[in-house]
């Protein structure tokens, strides 16, 4: 199964900060990679497929890049509705894993 | 609009079977390429993927929890049902049924989740 860690593990950040979030794979996934974001009692959300493509809906202030083994998700000026968990997540035909996740809190 | 959403005990005792059903809309599994996981998780930790059955019934499993879960479909109702034996407080989770979306990589498929539902708390304790 393909490994994935995440940095930092949390992250503090202010209201108009540019955040970036790097998740590594242990093995090439090519773009195969998805993000999610999870806030408080809530289902993940999927805000990133195939490593740089945007969901519809999701804001423009969130962009994805990468290749191979590492990937950063980052957020150009984080608004006070980003203050979440964020997972990377590779693309699998069968066994899926995600990263450990990044919590991004209010500095 | 896709939609989907988990039922199921709140509340189980340990050594009990876990049955959930995860109710459907805006999409069939009778449809080729449709596909629907099983994923739990843990208070404070990432996702943990327990499941899979595609549109022709292939179904896929967790290397860990292979030998207690059951995952199946019933395609008139647009649901889709997991069982998991032998419940453990370990086993206390939030439980979510999600849709994969597939894209053809090499040979196969690479995959992820699209569309969750809002997901379910299990506790098993006595």
């Known amino acids: 199964d393909i490994q994935m860690t995440q940095s930092p593990s949390t992250l503090s950040a202010s209201v108009g900060d540019r955040v970036i979030i790097t998740c590594r794979a242990s093995?090439?996934?090519?773009?195969?990679l998805a993000w999610y974001q999870q806030k408080p009692g809530k289902a993940p959300k999927i805000l990133i497929y195939?490593?740089?493509s945007l969901e519809s809906g999701v804001p423009s202030r969130f962009s994805g890049s990468g290749s191979g083994t590492e990937f950063t998700l980052t957020i150009s000026s984080l608004q006070p509705d980003d203050y979440a968990t964020y997972y990377c997540q590779p693309y699998s035909a069968h066994i899926f894993t995600f990263g450990p996740g990044t919590k991004v809190d209010i500095k | 609009q896709v939609t989907l959403k988990e039922s199921g005990p709140a509340v189980v005792k340990p050594t009990q079977t876990l049955t959930l059903t995860c109710t459907f809309s805006g999409f069939s599994l009778s449809t080729s390429g449709m596909r629907v996981s099983w994923i739990r998780q843990s208070p404070g930790k990432a996702p943990e993927w327990l499941a899979r059955i595609d549109w022709d019934d292939d179904k896929f499993y967790s290397t860990s929890l292979k030998t207690r879960v059951s995952i199946s479909k019933d395609t008139s109702k647009n649901q889709v049902v997991l069982t998991m034996t032998n419940m453990d407080p370990v086993d206390t989770a939030t439980y979510f049924c999600?849709?994969?979306?597939?894209?053809?990589?090499?040979?196969?498929?690479?995959?992820?989740?699209?569309?969750w539902g809002q997901g379910m708390l299990v506790t098993v304790s006595s």
């Open positions: 999600a849709r994969v979306s597939c894209a053809a990589a090499g040979t196969g498929w690479a995959c992820y989740f699209d569309k």
């Open positions: 093995q090439s996934i090519n773009t195969w």
């Open positions: 195939k490593a740089s």
